[in-house]
């Protein structure tokens, strides 16, 4: 990186105001809730230890206002400073944060997919159960009986009803064939169309902290927080798209995810950048043993 990482420079400038009034760095963590780690990064010009962008910044304004220095002159000295890893700097998130377009059109495609499948297997019910009640009013038109004509009756034999001239009695009818009884008709029963699973629309976040902790959360591209939370504090958040929470100190976070409970985002005083979207939530759920 072309930018001083020693003492020099910008780091230097904020350790040089911290040394003059005699703070240490965990005093600082302890009022802005930043870790000690990212605002050593800070004092070294380390910006790769930082979440990089609008967080850095805020990280440079807490840390300025604390030693006597002014913010805005600050975060001026940072960007002039550091004009690339201002913007792209930051520690690996745990997901990479894909297109929006791609993602949207991806997610209508599947909604489209589900809705076709859930039409097609209603009609195909419908076609199937046709068919087999045809089949079975087939089954159920009985065969005619059978009867022998008056000129197919053997030589010599009396029409019915008429006595025979050789032997003086009654010639005796021809018994007739009882007609075969009808299959029963087939069950017309169409199987039951497959369950298709219902799509997640949206993801309901609730956020809460167990010790002070600085957080910004951005909601489907808008920012909803970014500011220190405090125990007790409980905030409800409604994601259609995505979620992209960022913790000073990420085993302060609690959170759920649609009702469960989620993993811890990290370790104590880690700065941590996640991304939860309706296709990726579950991965981030405790799993109940």
Not at 32 to 54: F, H, M, Q, W, Y
Not at 202 to 231: F, M, N, Y
């Amino acid at each position: 990186m072309a930018a001083d990482r020693t003492s020099g420079g910008f780091g230097g400038k904020l350790r040089d105001a911290r040394e003059r009034r005699g703070i240490s760095l965990r005093q600082i963590a302890n009022t802005t809730k930043i870790s000690v780690g990212a605002l050593e990064a800070l004092e070294r010009n380390d910006v790769t230890r930082l979440p990089g962008g609008i967080f850095s910044r805020a990280f440079v304004r807490s840390y300025a206002t604390e030693v006597g220095l002014d913010p805005d002159v600050m975060i001026q000295e940072f960007i002039a400073q550091f004009p690339n890893d201002s913007v792209t700097a930051g520690h690996p998130t745990h997901e990479r944060v894909e297109d929006h377009v791609s993602v949207e059109n991806d997610r209508r495609m599947a909604g489209t997919f589900l809705w076709l499948i859930g039409l097609s297997l209603p009609i195909a019910g419908a076609v199937l159960h046709f068919a087999t009640a045809g089949r079975g009013v087939e089954h159920q038109a009985a065969p005619p009986a059978l009867t022998t004509p008056a000129s197919e009756a053997a030589p010599g034999a009396a029409p019915p009803g008429e006595s025979s001239a050789a032997t003086g009695a009654p010639a005796a009818a021809l018994p007739s064939v009882p007609a075969a009884p009808a299959d029963p008709p087939a069950a017309a029963a169409a199987p039951a169309p497959a369950d298709v699973p219902a799509a997640v629309d949206r993801l309901t976040v609730v956020l809460s902290v167990k010790r002070p902790c600085w957080v910004s959360a951005s909601v489907d591209g808008v920012r909803q927080i970014e500011r220190l939370l405090q125990p007790g504090e409980r905030q409800t958040i409604e994601v259609r798209r995505e979620m992209v929470i960022t913790a000073g100190d990420a085993s302060a976070v609690t959170l759920t995810l649609n009702g469960a409970e989620a993993k811890p985002l990290g370790r104590t005083g880690d700065v941590v950048t996640t991304r939860f979207t309706l296709d990726n939530y579950k991965d981030y759920v405790q799993v109940r043993r």
